[in-house]
């Protein structure tokens, strides 16, 4: 028996839309009718009516403009509904009620005795590969093979800072010899729901900092254990404006309170580097003048520590791959450690029982591969900005892959040296281009190599290629965009304004894609 097949979207940005409109061509053989939701009359739709719904959800969780009637519609009946149907939703895991809208209308349609064809679909921001599985799934479905869509399980997490996902480290090696150490890290995350990209981001909400509480201990002049415990869910490491400013004025500290102003930003920049909230504490403030209750209500709950995944979801789907570099220093006779990097470089020293770290995945959608797979892309990473590559490289694709990689010495830093030259002879890599700044008198770095090569850089922008940057904002961002100003003059034979809106024109077009920290 023939079924009458309704595409029904809900859509404020569009998206929706669009995968609405790929899934009626994909099924254009039976000939389906596409309609926003508020057109679906869904007591008119009979038990051979299947009603393919395809919406994101608006703010917290409410429906879509043009889905609101259609929700009103099914809220307030008390009827039997009699379709078949399935729900494919879009969201965002940042917001709490991730895919509120088509949560909602499936449990609903469920209440009034409709007929589900399949699991529904929560997909985040990057939902397109989420959509090919279940459109290929329903596919089949019309064709008589109702298997894949019944074992379809798409269902994203939304894990966040209070809800996150307890994932066992299962290796931690160092991967260079130098003076600051670098760490190759897997963490498992089989069994969590979390899907991501190459070029995503994984959260870490690290453990408390011992050091820092240690110090800020000694100032107080012993705190009980209950106080220690709500220290360590603040955050202790990190200096900003908003919270020194909430110091000084509770202090009442007139040097602090002109670390604050506009024309003191380099001073305060400069303060605030390294420095953590115990120097902040013993510099600026007494134990009388700051209570410790004023700054537990001061500070700010502990910060989540993002890192850029150097693996791809769909070669390694449970476990999540990190380059991470310690942060460990001295100054002025203390000892400081990152909360997160500190912790994670060294889980696994001297244990055999198994430990565990809070993370969640985010999605880093400015940072993702072209979506044409012969797209040629240019990467450009320094130290451990060379992680998302590795994730890039995991894919097999068409166009020209190029890597342009910095760091300091070439026999003691030259991370990932024999995964990367096998991406070259197996022709993952196209070419690779290294700069190793301490190994000769004059100083190189990854952006002069980018000049040497810029009749290739130039040849590839000219065929539309993409540029990804990744690494410290402080040496790469102006830099690489200054190199390719120049390659654009010398090259392309522009002038400085023509070069300058050239730059310009690759970010409109979102071929220029940054991730610094």
């Known amino acids: 028996m023939s079924h009458s097949i309704h595409i029904?979207?809900?859509?404020?940005?569009?998206?929706?839309?669009n995968i609405a409109l790929q899934l009626k061509d994909k099924l254009l053989a039976y000939q389906p009718v596409l309609?926003?939701?508020?057109?679906?009359?869904?007591?008119e739709l009979?038990?051979?009516?299947?009603?393919?719904?395809?919406s994101s959800s608006f703010g917290d969780g409410e429906p879509p403009g043009n889905a609101s009637k259609f929700f009103d519609t099914i809220y307030d009946y008390d009827g039997q509904i009699?379709?078949?149907?399935?729900i494919f939703g879009l969201g965002d895991v940042s917001y709490p009620k991730f895919c509120g809208f088509t949560i909602d209308i499936d449990e609903k349609l469920q209440q009034l005795k409709a007929t589900s064809i399949g699991k529904r679909v929560d997909a985040d921001t990057c939902y397109q590969d989420f959509f090919e599985q279940w459109s290929n799934a329903l596919t089949l479905y019309f064709e008589g093979d109702s298997s894949a869509l019944k074992q379809l399980d798409l269902q994203v997490k939304a894990y966040n800072?209070?809800?996150n996902y307890i994932a066992p480290i299962e290796t931690v090696?160092?991967?260079n010899q130098s003076e600051f150490p670098v760490y190759d890290i897997h963490i498992n995350i089989a069994g969590s729901g979390m899907n991501y990209q190459a070029g995503d981001l994984l959260y870490l909400m690290p453990p408390a900092n011992k050091n820092s509480i240690t110090r800020i201990n000694t100032f107080y002049k012993d705190l009980s254990d209950t106080q220690k415990l709500l220290l360590s869910e603040k955050e202790l490491r990190q200096l900003n404006k908003p919270l020194i400013r909430a110091v000084a004025k509770h202090t009442k500290n007139k040097a602090l309170k002109a670390l604050t102003k506009m024309s003191a930003a380099k001073t305060l920049a400069d303060y605030s580097y390294g420095r953590d909230v115990a120097d902040l504490l013993t510099d600026y403030c007494t134990p009388e003048n700051m209570p410790f209750e004023a700054l537990l209500d001061i500070l700010s709950t502990q910060l989540p520590r993002a890192y850029s995944i150097a693996s791809c979801g769909k070669q390694s789907p449970n476990r999540v791959r990190l380059c991470v570099r310690e942060v460990q220093y001295q100054r002025e006779g203390y000892d400081y450690f990152g909360s997160g990097s500190y912790f994670l470089c060294h889980a696994l020293d001297n244990t055999q029982s198994e430990v565990t770290a809070k993370v969640y995945v985010r999605s880093n959608a400015h940072f993702h591969l072209p979506n044409k797979s012969s797209t040629p892309i240019i990467m450009i990473g320094a130290g451990t900005g060379i992680a998302p590559y590795l994730g890039f490289l995991a894919q097999k694709r068409l166009g020209e892959t190029h890597l342009f990689f910095g760091e300091r010495h070439h026999d003691k830093d030259f991370l990932y040296q024999t995964e990367l030259k096998k991406c070259v002879e197996d022709g993952r890599l196209t070419a690779l281009y290294t700069a190793f700044s301490r190994d000769q008198v004059e100083k190189i770095y990854v952006q002069d190599t980018l000049l040497q090569q810029g009749a290739v850089v130039w040849r590839l922008l000219e065929n539309k290629a993409e540029i990804y940057v990744c690494g410290s904002k402080t040496n790469l961002?102006?830099?690489?965009?200054?190199?390719?100003?120049?390659?654009?003059?010398?090259?392309g034979d522009l002038n400085d304004d023509e070069a300058k809106t050239f730059i310009e024109d690759l970010v409109k077009e979102q071929r220029y894609h940054q991730d610094l920290y």
């Open 82 to 86: 009699d379709c078949q149907f399935a």
């Open 46 to 54: 009979t038990s051979q009516d299947i009603l393919l719904i395809i």
């Open 8 to 17: 029904a979207y809900g859509s404020e940005s569009g998206n929706a839309k």
């Open 35 to 43: 309609s926003p939701l508020n057109d679906i009359v869904i007591t």
């Open 173 to 175: 090696k160092r991967i």
């Open 161 to 163: 800072e209070q809800q």
């Open 477 to 491: 961002s102006k830099p690489i965009d200054n190199a390719l100003m120049m390659i654009a003059k010398k090259h």
